[in-house]
């Protein structure tokens, strides 16, 4: 039996959610990096006596399409699945149901779900430095439980919230910028889970490749990659009157 923990995490919420409960329920795991544009993810064959973890992070309450197309790719084989969404406080919607189809559809087989909260990858100030204690100690019992359900052999699906059809992706997104400060070190542009921007010139950006994951924000050693102040001010805007009141993470078992 061989363990994994398949991870689109491009500013590490997500990676800290999954990091946590594959070690609660594993201890040891390969790691699979749904972010590397140059990975070979076709490569990847699970077994039905092996365990995954899939965890991406919520993207306007849909899986982010990047990491549809790679999970999609890799050779489930009824491995037997937990499916992690995580989300900057606000709402998951149809994620974990999208999750659920793609991870089905390549053949894994699910037994368990969380949505979990993590610091907004955007609006820093929504959900900032969660996970926290408290979300931690809410997943270590998520993992006793998911623990339990396994070892009385019960590899049933359960039933996870949301809606078919899934709603619409918004089609506004937001691209970040290099600043002066930027060095060309290339940092960003070897990062970028999608290729968008220039390995010859990072200043350059492909807005129709980019997803607005904000890896290069955070990948950039010299803090050079600035989102737009003013579309950060309407994002905090609009966000605000769900997001200010904490939520809390959420089995399916």
């Not at 918004?170 to 070190?185: D, E, L, N, R, W």
């Amino acid at each position: 039996m061989n363990y994994y923990e398949i991870t689109f995490s491009p500013t590490g919420g997500t990676k800290k959610v999954a990091d946590f409960l594959a070690n609660g329920l594993f201890k040891e795991a390969e790691s699979i990096d749904l972010s590397d544009v140059n990975e070979d993810f076709s490569k990847f064959s699970l077994t039905e006596e092996d365990m995954a973890i899939i965890a991406v992070p919520s993207y306007s309450g849909r899986v982010p399409s990047t990491a549809a197309e790679r999970i999609a790719k890799i050779k489930g084989n009824r491995a037997k699945t937990i499916l992690v969404c995580v989300y900057g406080n606000r709402a998951y919607e149809d994620t974990l149901v999208e999750l659920q189809d793609i991870a089905e559809q390549a053949g894994f087989k699910i037994v368990a779900a969380i949505a979990a909260i993590a610091e907004h990858s955007i609006a820093h100030r929504y959900a900032a430095n969660r996970p926290d204690k408290d979300d931690y100690d809410r997943l270590k019992a998520f993992a006793m439980k998911i623990g339990d359900k396994l070892i009385r052999n019960d590899f049933s699906t359960p039933t996870i919230q949301g809606n078919r059809p899934y709603h619409k992706v918004a089609g506004a997104s937001i691209v970040p910028k290099a600043t002066k400060a930027c060095t060309k070190c290339d940092l960003c542009a070897s990062k970028c889970p999608v290729g968008a921007i220039d390995k010859n010139n990072p200043t350059k950006v492909d807005k129709k490749l980019c997803i607005s994951c904000m890896r290069c924000v955070t990948a950039c050693p010299h803090h050079a990659r600035k989102v737009n102040g003013l579309l950060l001010g309407i994002v905090n805007i609009m966000l605000k009157k769900e997001c200010t009141i904490r939520k809390e993470y959420e089995l399916y078992l």
